[in-house]
């Protein structure tokens, strides 16, 4: 899955103008970017792009292939067509298909300065590496070093067992601070230049659990029993979300797959915004593609094209929550309920259906309102906030389940705290099972314990299984995780050959909604 090498298009005379049009028009609502830079590809290079999630330069690995694969047999089956990618970067890089229509040319540049807003002005983006795309090469430089010193194998197979756990971090931990101000910030990337798996002759910048790795006290390389010994550890003060972090300081790990790990954590942090606001930054670019396109960029000619397009793209599915239409919607909603002031104690106070649905003080707060909500929520606590009622009869929301009699999903409930509940669930920590570190020196025997917050819903086994293999291999002792199964408190655990399930007679409660 080469990209090729010739330099991407620059953008030919008439797509510049539109650019500068789109800039402008963007400006001139108040939306604040970066500098943005478009780059005309075709569709093996956009599909390679994405393959790669936006970072061409990034490092090698076999699911890249799997992905491009994908995503280039999806369009050609004509099953999927990506229009536009952008990257949260300083400056912003987004790439167009050349193959589209004048139209979408314009369509996709006015949403993706919407994206760059978001970006830059939203709090949940606040903390991300603004350079990744340069930091993204220099990761991809010292993969490659390390696939040439011990092999592509030995390589691509450790940075397997990391992608298993790229999840087990704490999204909240870079707005939280545990150290001292003097001391190195751990969410910063890496010093570039360190090569992790070489003696250090003098030192280097590095952050605090790699200093040890980066700037050694003896030129050895260890050996990997001596260093589980030195780094037994108890149990941490508190349930450590941050699963990753605890490995990169106790796992008894090499230098190179020290530096390696720490770059799939690195790049975890940075995507996982983007799994905080997928609705809110998805909605956010399309509420204000749609609002120049529809006042400003669209010609008699391109009508029909636009409106074929946009629909497309909000289209609903019984099966499937469209993030682009939710988003959108709830931003409208939002903007009408303030330029008309539904809110308040007043309004909530008023149970006159009549009265409710007049209500107009003529507030003109709407767009106000938005830009303030752009600034500070991200899907959990936009949702949480504004979703109501109204909203959801007016846009047919249910709760949607499997039946495990029938062997058929179905509507559920259309009763609004279960629909409001379910998609909150389904929001908290990016949908993913909260795991935390709760003994790294488990039974005395340096064994990794790990605990499942159980939510209502129980892990799958055989992830759970694949996962505790792979952290086996990091860990290099025996592992458990405790879970609930079958309502019941469970502990599953991995020794290096065989899997085991003790169940408990404790019962397993989850939290009440």
Not at 29 to 46: A, C, H, K, S
Request: charged share 25%.
């Amino acid at each position: 899955m080469p990209i090729t090498s010739r330099t991407f298009a620059n953008l030919p005379a008439e797509l510049v103008d539109v650019q500068l049009q789109m800039e402008d028009y963007a400006a001139g609502y108040g939306l604040d970017f970066f500098p943005t830079i478009f780059e005309l590809v075709n569709v093996d290079q956009l599909n390679a792009i994405a393959a790669y999630g936006g970072f061409p330069t990034r490092y090698p690995h076999w699911r890249f292939g799997m992905e491009y694969e994908k995503l280039a047999r999806g369009y050609h089956y004509g099953l999927q067509k990506i229009y536009e990618l952008v990257i949260n970067n300083d400056p912003c890089y987004a790439y167009l298909l050349a193959s589209n229509e004048f139209a979408d040319h314009k369509l996709v540049m006015a949403h993706v300065y919407g994206h760059c807003d978001f970006f830059k002005c939203n709090y949940w983006f606040s903390q991300t590496n603004r350079k990744m795309i340069d930091n993204m090469a220099n990761h991809g430089n010292r993969i490659r070093r390390y696939m040439d010193r011990f092999g592509v194998e030995e390589v691509e197979n450790f940075i397997d067992n990391c992608l298993s756990i790229e999840d087990l971090i704490d999204i909240h931990s870079p707005f939280i601070r545990r150290y001292a101000p003097d001391e190195h910030n751990q969410f910063k990337s890496p010093t570039d230049s360190v090569e992790a798996d070489l003696p250090q002759s003098r030192r280097l910048p590095a952050k605090g659990y790699m200093e040890s790795f980066i700037n050694p006290t003896s030129r050895g390389e260890e050996d990997p029993l001596a260093l589980s010994e030195a780094k037994a550890v108890h149990a941490p003060a508190e349930p450590m979300k941050d699963v990753m972090l605890f490995l990169l300081q106790f796992a008894p790990l090499k230098q190179w797959q020290l530096d390696v790990l720490s770059i799939i954590r690195d790049e975890a942090y940075y995507f996982a915004p983007q799994g905080q606001t997928k609705i809110m930054n998805e909605g956010w670019a399309t509420y204000w593609h749609s609002t120049i396109m529809t006042r400003h960029g669209l010609n008699a000619s391109e009508v029909i094209s636009y409106a074929d397009h946009t629909s497309g793209t909000l289209a609903t599915s019984p099966s499937r929550l469209n993030p682009y239409k939710l988003g959108l919607e709830l931003l409208r909603d939002v903007e009408d309920r303030w330029n008309r002031g539904c809110f308040g104690s007043d309004y909530d106070d008023c149970d006159d259906m009549r009265a409710r649905a007049e209500w107009d003080k003529q507030l003109g707060l709407g767009r106000e309102k938005i830009f303030e909500v752009r600034k500070v929520h991200n899907d959990l606590t936009f949702i949480d906030e504004f979703l109501t009622l109204e909203f959801c009869q007016q846009n047919k929301l249910f709760q949607f389940g499997y039946n495990k009699h029938a062997d058929y999903y179905e509507i559920e409930s259309r009763e609004f705290p279960k629909v409001k509940q379910q998609l909150l669930h389904s929001l908290t920590n990016m949908g993913r099972p909260e795991i935390y570190v709760k003994d790294g020196n488990y039974k005395n025997r340096n064994e990794l314990y790990l605990q499942h917050r159980f939510q209502g819903v129980e892990l799958k086994l055989n992830y759970a299984h694949d996962t505790l293999k792979n952290l086996y291999a990091l860990w290099r002792r025996p592992v458990h995780i405790e879970t609930a199964l079958d309502e019941y408190v469970a502990i599953i655990s991995f020794d290096g050959t065989n899997h085991e399930i003790k169940k408990t007679e404790e019962k397993a409660i989850a939290p009440a909604e």
